[in-house]
């Protein structure tokens, strides 16, 4: 069990938005983080990324304190797609992806053959390869969206943290984002993202984690977690569920 | 990008080092320079004890202020911000000038130290006053007002002690009139800071990505932001107590650099040192040879550039 949450509590200007949260993550998997707008998924998620220090509880990796260990090396172990990214000025894209290297790199940040294997190839994935010479500054927001995604995935961890990844997205770029996520997820990787989408939650993704105001309700496959009576209780909807005709995922249509 | 601006920057910086040398109240030929540097000969006081350590000066007065300004602007992420917007270089003047006028007797040489306290609280203060998490644009615009604060109290201790108001008035607008080997010996030691703020090239890459990014690629975001401030402060002290304020350099400077060469800061922060150098050469020349042999400082040179492109950043960013 490699990341858990004991009793966490994390929050801004000392009023917590998670409230005592106990969760284990299971490993090998992708991982949706839902909930209404302000219920602390976000958060939660930050707090899982070490980005936000607990206010109370601990945030573990691997059994150990995650505050605890060295930055640098947990960064080899975790990485973070934040959900709005300032926009650098005078940075190439090639340049931006590049920067996922650092925590592998010496002081000078040189990047070495193997280092740029992996670059170009999250280049590749996330499509964004025709892009690398033009300015980040200069990119439409799905095209950075993507830029960022390739730079998170050069970081090459385990763990992919990913904060509402397909917002600025067009549709056919959120299904490939999504295809890209199973594909790395087969390839061993466990993801947790928070996603808006209900529908697309439990299309793409095989457990579910829901919250509100900052305590998770349930937790488990969609099949089991998505029902009439959560989306009314969660979500204040009215809605039934289907099966995806499709992919044969529950689907939810409001009423 | 870089690898074209480069060696035309490099090129500039050398030009202007000969021109610097040949050009003031009197013209010396370029072949006569050389000669200059030998003891004895009619050239030995201008050339060697006038103006090549003046020019050396400027030189690497130019470079620390630019080299404080990136720094300060990586870390805020804010193209207004450079340690003279923030009131750090206000500070330090406001304590020299304290110095200057209440101990006219004093040891000169403890003029960096003195302002470097003075930079120190200015930082200090500006901290204390917007806090870790505070907005980009409360940092500007309370820096601008500290260093409206400050410069009002400039003002204030040179009408409360007009006697001593020549020095620091020649001293206050940033100039480099009359400095020499002395002054240079004193600048030397704080060379030492400008590998220590190349060391922080690539952690400033990643802050520049914002500071969720940044920790998640394993840097500490702030303790990089206190380690950069604190060199910029050390920069910006060393300088002003040497020199006096000089205006908008640490602004205009690093600005112009990354749009030359771009944003990495392996390339950003020895370029910003080449056009810091080649500014304040530049506006050392002018000031020097506009009206022969009366010598306008150089910090009126660098304000009339940088104030207007200050203005011009400003409405740019709304």
């Not at chain 1, 934040?82 to 650092?102: C, F, H, M, N, W």
């Not at chain 2, 074209?4 to 040949?22: K, T």
Request: charged content about 15%; overall charge positive.
């Amino acid at each position: 069990m490699s990341l858990s949450t004991h009793n966490l509590s994390v929050g801004y200007h000392d009023k917590a938005i998670v409230k005592q949260v106990d969760l284990t993550i299971p490993e090998g998997k992708i991982i949706a983080l839902l909930g209404p707008n302000g219920c602390g998924k976000s958060t939660l998620l930050k707090a899982m990324a070490r980005i936000l220090s607990p206010m109370e509880g601990q945030v573990h990796w691997q059994g150990k304190n995650l505050h605890g260990i060295a930055s640098k090396k947990l960064a080899q172990q975790l990485a973070l797609l934040p959900q709005t990214q300032p926009i650098p000025e005078g940075i190439k894209v090639k340049d931006l992806v590049a920067y996922g290297r650092s925590p592998y790199t010496g002081f000078w940040g040189r990047i070495n053959k193997d280092d740029q294997v992996i670059i170009d190839k999250m280049m590749e994935e996330t499509g964004i390869t025709e892009l690398a010479d033009q300015l980040v500054s200069e990119l439409s927001g799905g095209q950075r969206q993507r830029v960022w995604l390739a730079m998170t995935l050069a970081q090459d961890t385990p763990y992919l943290l990913l904060d509402e990844p397909t917002t600025y997205m067009d549709l056919s770029h959120q299904v490939e984002l999504m295809h890209l996520l199973r594909k790395l997820n087969l390839q061993g990787k466990t993801i947790i993202t928070v996603l808006h989408d209900i529908n697309q939650a439990a299309r793409y993704c095989d457990h579910l984690i829901v919250m509100k105001q900052g305590e998770i309700i349930t937790q488990g496959s969609p099949e089991s977690v998505l029902t009439q009576k959560l989306l009314k209780k969660v979500f204040s909807l009215d809605a039934q569920i289907h099966q995806d005709p499709i992919a044969k995922t529950p689907m939810c249509v409001v009423e | 990008m870089a690898t074209r601006s480069l060696p035309i920057l490099l090129l500039a910086l050398l030009g202007l080092l000969i021109a610097n040398l040949m050009f003031g109240a009197v013209s010396i030929p370029f072949k006569s320079i050389l000669e200059g540097f030998q003891v004895g000969n009619a050239n030995y006081f201008t050339v060697h004890e006038y103006r090549f350590p003046r020019t050396i000066l400027a030189m690497l007065v130019g470079a620390m202020m630019a080299l404080a300004g990136a720094l300060v602007q990586g870390v805020i992420r804010n193209p207004l911000a450079s340690p003279d917007v923030l009131g750090v270089s206000h500070g330090a003047g406001l304590a020299a000038v304290f110095y200057m006028t209440f101990f006219p007797d004093a040891d000169i040489r403890w003029l960096p130290a003195v302002a470097l306290i003075g930079s120190l609280i200015a930082a200090l203060m500006l901290w204390w006053l917007c806090g870790q998490h505070s907005s980009t644009i409360k940092l500007a615009i309370t820096g601008v007002a500290l260093a409206a604060l400050y410069a009002s109290c400039i003002d204030f201790l040179m009408l409360v002690k007009p006697l001593e108001i020549n020095n620091a008035l020649l001293w206050l607008t940033g100039s480099l009139w009359g400095r020499g080997w002395n002054q240079l010996s004193m600048l030397l030691p704080w060379l030492l800071l400008i590998p220590f703020a190349l060391w922080l090239a690539k952690p400033l890459n990643l802050i520049h990505l914002g500071d969720d990014s940044a920790i998640s690629l394993g840097i500490k975001a702030n303790k990089l932001r206190l380690a950069s401030l604190a060199i910029a402060v050390g920069l910006t002290a060393s300088c002003v107590a040497i020199c006096g304020p000089i205006g908008f350099l640490g602004l205009v400077a690093p600005h112009l650099t990354r749009k030359l060469v771009g944003g990495r800061h392996q390339i950003l922060l020895p370029s910003t040192m080449l056009v810091g150098a080649i500014l304040l050469l530049l506006a050392d020349l002018v000031a020097r040879t506009i009206d022969p042999p009366i010598e306008l400082p150089a910090g009126i040179m660098t304000a009339i550039i940088g104030a207007p492109y200050f203005l011009w950043l400003l409405l740019r960013t709304k």
